[in-house]
């Protein structure tokens, strides 16, 4: 199944501040999906990120607070804006592992802690 | 929207004792997966179940896909203490257009 490469692995950023978490995948994908996994919690769908098109995201989530870019099939990237201590969380990236519709394979994370 | 209750929400167990974990939902859903995350790292699938009453092995872990499609269980035997980390069910609602839902997640503790 693909490889997920997510940068940063982890960062401690400012209150009022923004974050890039950047994703690469060695493989061309079609779908790429952001997740969010508060501590000690599950994960959480944000959004859908699809090449050439705006990113489709979950009910709670929108563009202005976590914008997303798809410029390519291997690639995309989620900004945290204006972060508050709320957003400290592990950011996941992930895809469709190929082995079977629905199976996600997921990157390891990009742990965000909000001061 | 759709839920899915999982648990134990913790376990310490000994070393080679069995384990058992299951999630329910209220829903009905197509596709059951079980992950596990390691300390600073993503989850990993450890089994795919996409048949009502399917029952799959992957080593020492076997699961089944319950047969009412609202439940699944996680059966880990003999366990060491690299089982050590979360586990998370994971489903696909029936109408298949919905994203995956994740369970809160089962820690599970292994004391040599």
């Known amino acids: 199944s693909a490889v997920i490469s997510q940068k940063p692995s982890r960062d401690i950023c400012q209150r009022g501040t923004s974050l890039t978490i950047q994703c690469q995948v060695d493989?061309?994908?079609?779908?790429m999906f952001w997740y969010r996994q508060q501590p000690g919690q599950s994960l959480t769908l944000i959004a859908t990120a699809n090449q050439g098109s705006e990113a489709t995201y979950e009910s709670g989530f929108v563009i202005d607070k976590f914008p997303i870019s798809r410029p390519n099939l291997t690639f995309s990237t989620l900004t945290v804006s204006n972060m508050s201590p709320e957003d400290s969380s592990i950011y996941l990236c992930s895809v469709e592992a190929g082995s079977g519709a629905n199976v996600l394979t997921f990157g390891a994370g990009s742990r965000l802690t909000v001061l | 929207g759709q839920q899915l209750n999982q648990s134990p929400q913790s376990m310490f167990i000994q070393e080679g004792e069995d384990v058992s974990m299951n999630c329910t939902s209220s829903?009905?859903?197509?596709?059951w997966l079980w992950y596990k995350q390691d300390p600073g790292e993503g989850p990993v699938l450890l089994i795919a179940l996409y048949k009502a009453g399917e029952l799959t092995s992957n080593g020492r872990l076997t699961a089944q896909f319950g047969i009412t499609r609202k439940d699944s269980f996680l059966n880990i035997s003999a366990s060491i203490p690299s089982d050590v980390g979360i586990y998370f069910c994971a489903g696909l609602f029936h109408s298949g257009n919905t994203p995956l839902v994740f369970g809160k997640g089962t820690r599970l503790s292994v004391i040599a």
């Open positions: 493989s061309q994908v079609t779908m």
């Open positions: 829903s009905i859903f197509n596709t």
